[in-house]
C-alpha cells in the first residue's frame, strides 16, 4: 500500500523544538519531491516547507523561514522538519504529500501541487 506516514508530533512550550518524521511505504521516496503542510482549526491547509527529490533543495513559506529545516534520508525512506522556536501560531496538523520529481518547489508547497491522499497527520500543539 503506497502511504505516507507522519509523526512525531506533541505538546511543546513556545520557543521549543520538535522533529517530525515522513516515512514513505509502498514506494522509493527518493524519486519524489517531498513537502509538508498543516491545517489548523478553522484554517485553509498552507505549505510549510518543501524538498526536491534529488538535489535536496528547499523552500520554505515565509512564516518560518529560519526556525524550521526540512531534510531527507533517503536510505530510510525518510523525510524530516526540524522544527526550532515553536510559537503558538504553529499549532496545526502537519501532513507531508508527494510532488513529481520536475515539480517546482514554491509551486508545490504555495498551491499544493502535489498527488495523493493526505494521512493521518501528525498533531502539534504549542501551548504554554
Known amino acids: 500500500q503506497v502511504q505516507l506516514v507522519e509523526s512525531g508530533g506533541g505538546l511543546v512550550q513556545p520557543g521549543g523544538s520538535l522533529r517530525l518524521s515522513c516515512v514513505a511505504s509502498?514506494?522509493?521516496?527518493?524519486?519524489?519531491?517531498i513537502g509538508w503542510f498543516r491545517q489548523a482549526p478553522g484554517k485553509e491547509q498552507e505549505g510549510v516547507s518543501c524538498?526536491?527529490?534529488?538535489?535536496?533543495?528547499?523552500y520554505y513559506a515565509d512564516a518560518v523561514k529560519g526556525r524550521f529545516t526540512v531534510s531527507r534520508d533517503n536510505a530510510k525512506n525518510t523525510v524530516y522538519l526540524q522544527m526550532n522556536s515553536l510559537k503558538p501560531e504553529d499549532t496545526a496538523v502537519y501532513y507531508c504529500?508527494?510532488?513529481?520529481?520536475?515539480?517546482?518547489?514554491?509551486?508545490?508547497?504555495?498551491?499544493?501541487?502535489?498527488?495523493?491522499?493526505r494521512g493521518q497527520g501528525t498533531q502539534v500543539t504549542v501551548s504554554s
Open positions: 504529500k508527494r510532488a513529481s520529481p520536475n515539480t517546482p518547489l514554491q509551486g508545490m508547497c504555495d498551491m499544493d501541487d502535489t498527488f495523493g491522499s
Open positions: 509502498g514506494f522509493t521516496l527518493q524519486y519524489y519531491n
Open positions: 524538498i526536491s527529490d534529488r538535489d535536496g533543495s528547499t
